[in-house]
């Protein structure tokens, strides 16, 4: 079945910088990306839809300015974490969509900002 | 506005029982995806099982059905036989098939079996 991944599994950083994450479609391509986000023991939060080769719409509440989504091809979209601060530390999961399936979900990266 | 609602944030069941975790939805649309994710502890989402709105039957796969009842928005999973690598979080899921394609979930129910 499609495939998707993620880089990396697991980032700690410094407050106050940036972290990119990768959500790479390994065997399909993917016009539209998703990215959730997942605080401990609660659901699945949406932050954002990523289009490939326009600009990504985000969810009501999400900052765009510090949550940059870049969806340049049609199997890679990136999100980068600006100025992180220990709050922004979290599970962060992208997915592609799949008519079917519903989205083929990545498995995750875990962000600790110290 | 589109809503998932789970009522069980957490349930304990002895293995080789079945267990039905609840699923209410709320949407306007006619047309429209349901569908269930097992979350384990490392982390990534695994479907499970996926009803269509016209659907006229119950979906299955193996030990896994959706309970599906339209009039009453509601989509239970329901499980069979439950074994103790079923243990993990549970998220019910819906889509739009008229906009945008995104994906909301419930809060998830997590799910505990007893040896």
């Known amino acids: 079945g499609a495939v998707v991944s993620q880089h990396p599994s697991r980032v700690i950083c410094k407050s106050g910088t940036s972290v990119k994450i990768e959500c790479r479609s390994l065997?399909?391509?993917?016009?539209?990306m998703f990215w959730y986000r997942q605080f401990p023991k609660k659901s699945l939060m949406l932050m954002a839809t990523?289009?490939?080769?326009?600009?990504?719409?985000?969810e009501q509440g999400v900052e765009k300015d510090k949550f940059l989504i870049n969806h340049a091809s049609l199997t890679l979209s990136t999100l980068t974490v600006t100025s992180a601060h220990p709050e922004d530390s979290s599970f962060y999961i992208c997915?592609?969509?799949?008519?079917?399936?519903?989205?083929?979900f990545g498995p995750g990266t875990r962000l600790t900002v110290t | 506005a589109q809503k998932i609602t789970q009522t069980q944030p957490g349930m304990f069941v002895q293995e080789k029982e079945a267990v039905t975790l609840d699923c209410t939805y709320d949407?306007?649309?006619?047309?429209?995806?349901l569908f269930w994710y097992k979350q384990p502890s490392s982390g990534e989402m695994i479907f499970l099982i996926y009803?269509?709105?016209?659907?006229?039957q119950n979906a299955t796969e193996g030990r896994y059905s959706l309970n599906f009842q339209k009039a009453r928005k509601s989509a239970n999973l329901v499980i069979s036989a439950s074994q103790l690598g079923d243990s993990a979080m549970y998220f019910c899921?819906?889509?739009?098939?008229?906009?945008?394609?995104?994906?909301?979930f419930g809060k998830g129910t997590r799910l505990h079996i007893l040896p």
């Open positions: 990523s289009n490939e080769g326009s600009k990504a719409t985000y």
């Open positions: 009803q269509g709105s016209y659907d006229q």
């Open positions: 997915s592609a969509r799949d008519p079917y399936t519903g989205a083929y």
């Open positions: 949407t306007s649309d006619p047309s429209y995806g």
């Open positions: 899921a819906m889509r739009s098939l008229n906009r945008d394609d995104k994906i909301i």
């Open positions: 065997d399909f391509q993917a016009t539209t």
